[in-house]
């Protein structure tokens, strides 16, 4: 490294992308200003494969320095150590300076103010303008702003963009970039730009200080994006209150609303994602009209606030989203497992139901578990060619009968339904929707007809197989996307990840024949870190008990397993019935309902 000191310095942060940096240095190689004048700080923020310079020769100073991975913000405050100069220029990994970019960065530095930082134009390649997707974020707001930006104006903190940016060393020294909070290359700019805006700083726009960027962006990755972008808002908003409100993604008042679904968005925002590919693959090389983009933009903007939405959902509810399922584009295997014990007509019309709402998206398993019935069942089962039949020669009682269905399934997603239950279209996918929604899903039930645990909701009566259909439909289309956590579910219908039951393990048996088995097994669930939800948008018929003149027998039975539910998890018998106190203390607070 040269002993003279430089009039600027060029920080570069860089992870796994060592192509892309070559051709930037190369870039570099080229400037109008000296070679002597400047030099090239580059700091490897802990690449797979570490970065290799040993091959290339360069006119000018430079310095590469290696970290452990911390991403973009942590990259650059190590390397301002380094910088000698007065002013430094922070350039992307894949940007690609004009030949006076360095020079037009450091006249512009002698003519500044105090307290400003200056912003050069980040225009993509004309490579990369082959997409269509890429010329709508060119000519848009979508990506960066340029065109609310004021040229040769003193900007906000909304502009502070480590993309092209010139600013005192010492100011970066001082304030340093919060990458401990924000440690990917999302908000740690403009975070550090609204503490400086606290202290008096402004942002130049030149747009004569020309950089190009050299990236493609594709539909997926920039929805990925504005989730991402969703959480680091959410942390800003808590780390500055006094900014109330993101200006980005235009959240507003919906901010406050953590827990507000944002799944209502989904069946048009995959749509208008799918569409925006097939514009991306049909049109590639096409340079489009301003009216198209016009239209694209009008349905981007449409859907845009439901991924950030969602992305501030999953920081408000502690959700990693590189941990986050989507809905996947393979074919989703699920074991449905279905408990008989006599009553064909039953069997056979929940059995039926199933069958004629399987989506084309599953692929599906149906065990059936039948307990020893004598009724005729078993030689209707036996002629069901698909389906796997398990037969118990006596009642083993609903979760040991559950238990061996269980056993048996090879699926990744588990659903157990009880044979009084009548289902309609859509409510396979309603389930799995909310549980791929959110990663740290545990149990996800349906509202019904007939349920315990606050499923129940009034109707009016159902007294048609069209009217069933025509309720479901209505509940679906009013509540979609809705669900509320609810630490304890019943079973009669009943979804849940197979992870889940390797972790917390089968239903008790010791509660045989029934009652109280579903409210252990959930909040076995609850207790280990999953979450339980009631999906609302989604309604299974649950039939009336069939002989109500055992009633007294069933409430007995529910009464003797009360009291085994209450010495498991209370230590003592003798707790009122249906006393809520017995689990509080065993649920977190977050989800108690």
């Known amino acids: ?47 797979p494969i570490p970065t290799d310079l040993s091959d290339a020769n360069f006119i000018f100073p430079i ?113 340093r970039f919060n990458s401990d909070v924000f440690p990917e290359a999302l908000c740690e700019d403009i975070e550090l730009g609204y503490r400086l805006h606290l202290d008096g700083w402004s942002v130049m726009f030149d747009e004569r200080i020309q950089c190009e960027h050299d990236h493609k962006l594709t539909v997926k990755e920039f929805f990925n994006r ?43 925002s995959s749509k208008i994602e799918r569409f925006l590919e097939k514009i991306e693959q049909e049109k590639q090389g096409v340079t489009l009209s301003t009216e198209a983009l016009d239209q694209l933009y009008v349905l981007v903007r449409k859907i845009l606030p439901y991924y950030i939405k969602r992305g501030w959902i999953n920081e408000e509810n502690g959700i990693n989203h590189s941990d986050v399922i989507s809905m996947p584009s393979n074919k989703v295997g699920v ?55 398990l037969k118990n020669l006596v009642n083993l009682g609903a979760p040991r009968a559950r238990n061996l269905g269980l056993a048996a399934a090879t699926k990744d997603w588990l659903v157990v339904v009880d044979n009084d239950v009548v289902v309609t279209s859509g409510w396979l996918e309603g389930l799995l929707r909310h549980s791929f929604f959110d990663p740290k ?38 509540n979609f996307g809705q669900s509320r956590v609810q630490p304890l579910l019943s079973s009669f219908c009943l979804m849940f990840p197979k992870k889940l039951l390797e972790q917390v393990g089968y239903f008790d048996e010791q ?12 909040l076995r669930a609850t207790i280990a870190g999953y979450r339980n939800k009631v999906a609302q948008d989604v309604f299974v018929f649950h039939d009336e008990y069939a002989d109500e003149s055992k009633a007294s027998a069933r409430a007995r039975q529910l009464e003797l397993n009360w009291r085994k539910f209450c010495l498991k998890w209370a230590g003592k018998a003798d707790l009122r019935y249906g006393d809520p106190t017995i689990v509080s203390g065993l649920i977190p607070n977050h989800q108690k309902s």
């Not at 509660?511 to 959930?522: A, H, Q, R």
């Open 1 to 47: 490294m040269n002993s003279q000191k430089p009039k600027l310095s060029v920080l570069i942060p860089t992870y796994g992308r060592n192509t892309e940096l070559l051709k930037l240095l190369n870039a570099l190689n080229s400037q109008t200003l000296s070679g002597k004048e400047f030099e090239v700080i580059i700091v490897d923020d802990g690449s």
């Open 63 to 175: 310095k590469l320095i290696r970290q452990k991975n911390g991403g973009p913000g942590s990259a650059r405050n190590t390397g301002i150590g380094y910088c000698r100069a007065d002013w430094t220029v922070i350039l992307n990994d894949d940007a690609r300076p004009a030949k006076d970019c360095l020079e037009s960065h450091y006249r512009r530095s002698q003519s500044v103010g105090e307290k400003v930082a200056v912003l050069g134009r980040f225009d993509f390649t004309a490579c990369a303008l082959e997409s269509p997707f890429i010329q709508l974020l060119q000519n848009t707001d979508l990506l960066f702003n340029y065109i609310d930006i004021r040229k040769d104006h003193t900007n906000d903190w909304n502009f502070f963009w480590t993309c092209n940016l010139g600013i005192s060393t010492e100011a970066i020294k001082r304030y």
């Open 226 to 268: 504005a989730v991402k972008l969703g959480k680091y808002l959410n942390r800003m908003g808590k780390l500055h209150p006094a900014l109330q409100i993101i200006r980005e993604g235009s959240l507003g008042e919906e901010n406050k609303a953590s827990s507000m679904s944002v799944l209502p968005y989904e069946k048009v």
């Open 335 to 389: 074991s449905i497992i279905i408990l008989s014990y006599n009553d064909i007509a039953r069997t056979q019309r929940c059995i039926e139901s199933i069958k004629s709402t399987l989506p084309d998206a599953v692929d599906p398993e149906l065990i059936i578990v039948d307990n020893g019935s004598t009724d005729g069942s078993i030689e209707f089962l036996d002629k069901q060619k698909d389906i796997k039949l």
């Open 441 to 478: 899903i545990g149990c996800v039930g349906p509202v019904s007809n007939r349920a315990s645990q606050g499923q129940a909701i009034k109707l009016e009566a159902l007294d048609s197989s069209d009217n069933l259909k025509a309720i479901s439909h209505a509940i679906a289309r009013d």
């Open 511 to 522: 509660f045989s024949p029934w009652g109280f088995e579903d409210d252990d097994f959930t």
